[in-house]
């Protein structure tokens, strides 16, 4: 009986076997962007008011930029060749709020999309947690 | 611990309408301990720049094509030799030699429909490997009719179909794969 039930499983096994092979795919984007290749990075605003969220600020543009670059799909409008063009037609990247103000940008500085970004939560924290105790070989306890 | 939290706008400059809008958040921690137990001083701004970057690589892949890891079922025959070479010619990426020694087995004599079915569906999945999709799902087709039984088909189908929907999104945002 239990001879048959081990053929059993084997011939199942056999007739069963499979292997994995991979293989690499191109995948995508969520948003079709191919027409519209020329960036500018808006500059961030800090979580808080203080040096060490806008170095992160900074860090943020800055790895944004350095990423679409990557992709040798974007150019990125860099922030001085920006705030130079901004500082000539005296504008503010951040009172862009309305419609006529992004197309006026567009117009400056030839862009197609404008990078929006905002820090909802920059946090750090450290938490101490404490394992069981233990005795060592001379009998003190940690 | 580090939690980080950036939501992304993208503006179309020309009409001002606003063309996506995502949040993204990362933790990054570091558990590291010092020989007797005690934490080591941990780098804040590593920690930073850890969550940084795991949420700006999830992003580029909501605007930008990106390459993914797909893993294909394929059916093995144990007393066929053919079948191990076709897997090491795909292994190694030879997708063509693949297919005609998978061909080649096929016009054996005397071979039964469930082996038959097994063939055609590594065919299948070696024109997966191609990228010729259309010719992938005829050969899924063929092997479910014969062998309804084998629940690998169907979902290669599935897969298939997946992958022609992809290839056409790709076509529609200009992107050109081998």
Redesign the interface.
Known sequence: MNHFVLISAVIIL??C??????????????????N?NRV?VAEITPALDSLKYQK?SV??AN??SA??LE?N??EVIDQEHLNSLLAEHKLKLSGMVG?ES??Q??NITG??????????????????TQ?NKWIDKNGYE? | MHKLEITFKIIDVETSELLTIKTYSAKSESTKLKDNGDPLPIDSESLFSESLQKITKKFIKHISPHKAKLSLVFEVEMEMSEIYNAIECLRKGNTQNAISILQTTLEKPNMDTITQAKIIYNIGIAEVMNGIYEIAMSKFERAIKLNPENGLYPKAVKLVAKEIQAAQKLAEQNVHTE
Do not use: C, M, W
């Open positions: 056999v007739s076997a499979t292997t994995n092979i991979n293989t690499t795919v191109v995948r995508p984007t969520e948003i079709n962007l191919s519209r500018v992160h860090q943020i790895q944004l990423i679409l992709t799909r974007f419609n992004i197309t940008l567009g862009a197609t999309v404008l990078l929006y970004s905002y820090i909802d939560r920059d946090e750090y924290s450290e938490t101490k394992g940690h």
